[in-house]
């Protein structure tokens, strides 16, 4: 007879796996040793397929319209971070410039959505909000939005004290919190003072339990009270999660009737909850990734779950090219129920 772990024991090693991971996600030896590696990139290229649509901004545009001919809106992001080569902070600008200049050509209303680690933020906070001005004016005549995302805690104020200045002048820039941390409560009421673009999620970093809390029924709790407390403000609010229960909850609560609230899900990850969202006529919002960064993003998209572990290798051992696109049907299909 095979050997059972108990509930607890498991529960911990997932904790214990999912610290793992995200140790594994920051370090630089092991993505370079990946990306020198053709066989072992190939490999987990396939894996990371399920959650990024491609390494290419036309991949990315190609599945933007596939999304929104299926009654989705969509965020853009163009992966990358922690980049501390001026060169590279340049050039992740200018493929933002690109993305929101394809953008607008389609005529669309988009959301293009990045880190600011990305263009610039550990080298120079100046040359950071000119990067960020830079593609606001150019996205302000384009019906587009931008969307700051949030990152590791140390540098939360920076981020806020960026968003905030260009905020002032640019209304269709966005910023992203983190319900784990201790002190977004207050970060949300500072903000209060005019309607704010937010994206709330629970976060993916790990951070030190003297300033957050772990994912819990507490941490649940928290995220919908700042759901309220966003509601309340009169705030444009990207409810950015795949847990049901406070899905549930947010429709029973009669939140999502608002039109200034939707629901914001990862691409990949839970596509039949998207559907089934989608079907029922609630806002939903894909978020898609390109490029070719997508080492950290995989390693937090298994760390945030587990068992994604088991999916990814089945993926990187799957006969087909996996197409996720597939899983995702538009406003009137017929679902299919899950059991």
Known sequence: MAATIPYRETIELEKAFASAMKSIARRADLKTHIEQTPALYSLLNRAAARYVTGESRSDGLAAQQRLM??????????????????????????????????????????????????????????????????????????NIELFISMEESAKTDDILAIYKRAARNYSHIGITLQAQLNRTEQDLIDLSSGTSRIRLVKGAYQEPESISIARSSILNERYLRLIEQAVEQGHLLSIATHDESIIDEVVRRGWIQSSAVEFEMLYGIRPDLSCKLNAAGHPVRIYLTYGQEWY???????????????QAVLDMSAAEQLAPLRDYNGKNTQLVPRH
């Open 296 to 310: 950290l993003y995989l390693c937090h998209r298994i760390a945030e779950y587990p068992p994604n572990l088991f």
């Open 69 to 142: 001919d299926k009654g989705y809106a969509v965020s853009l992001e163009y992966i990358g971070e922690n980049t501390t080569n001026l060169q590279d902070c340049e050039d992740a600008q200018a493929e933002l410039s690109h993305l929101i200049s394809d953008l607008s050509t389609r005529n669309k209303a988009a959301r293009v959505s990045f880190d600011l680690s990305h263009i610039g933020l550990l080298l120079d906070h100046e040359l950071t909000y000119r990067h960020l001005i830079a593609l606001a004016e150019q996205a302000k005549h384009a």
